[in-house]
Structures are given as C-alpha cells and as structure tokens.
C-alpha cells in the first residue's frame, strides 16, 4: 500500500504562484510515474503533469509553461510549482501515482487533495 499526502493549496490571487507537494510512503515499492490531475466543480478530472521514474515529464497543454513538475527521488517527493495562476485554474488538485510493488503487480494511487482557489 502506497499514501500519497498532498500539501500547498491555498488561496492566490490571479497572477500569482503557488506550489505542490505530495510526499508517497509506505513500504516495499517503487513509484514508476507520478503527477497531478485536477478537478474543477462540475468538470471531470483531467491531467495536469506527470513525471517518470527517468524525469521525464508530461505536461496538459494548457498548463504547458506555467506550470513546472518535478521530484525528489529519495523523498518519494513530487513538487507541482504553478505560476501566473488564472481563475480557471481552481480545482481540487489529486495527487497520483503508479507504483511496482515488490511484493509483486503494479498500481496506481490517489491522494485526498488540495484546493487551489484562484481570485480573479
């Protein structure tokens, strides 16, 4: 069993920053993809970024070069830092992640979430 806990929503104004962490613990695996998804009231959730074990990351188009994933390996650690945040950016932000457990079979895991409000 892998638990994601996120951390670093709040309330911002349009324009300005915030960042995300969501730290994984729990025994026995190995986080092979991990990234963020969000959910806006009456929307369904969509991708924002993920990162492979290898660093490489997957960006939705719309958050393509305001928005900047990345990890920290050792801490099982995924940072989102989003900037120039707009309105339409509030959601509840999920973290995810797909993890191999040693134990044997691959899956894939939700964090609670965090609200980002953005006041226009």
């Known amino acids: 069993q892998v638990r994601l806990v996120e951390s670093g929503g709040g309330l911002v104004q349009a324009g300005g920053s915030l960042r995300l962490s969501c730290a994984a613990s729990?025994?026995?695996?190995?986080?092979?993809?991990i990234g963020w998804y969000r959910q806006a009231p009456g929307k369904q959730r969509e991708l924002v970024a993920t990162i492979s074990s290898d660093n490489i990351a997957n960006y939705a188009a719309s958050m393509k070069g305001r928005f900047t994933i990345s990890r920290d390996a050792a801490k099982n650690t995924v940072y989102l830092q989003m900037n120039s945040l707009k309105p339409e950016d509030t959601a509840v932000y999920y973290c995810?992640?797909?993890?191999?457990?040693?134990?044997?079979?691959?899956?894939?895991?939700w964090g609670q979430g965090t609200q980002v409000t953005v006041s226009s």
């Open positions: 995810n992640a797909e993890a191999t457990m040693y134990t044997g079979g691959s899956f894939r895991y």
């Open positions: 729990g025994s026995n695996f190995r986080i092979d993809v």
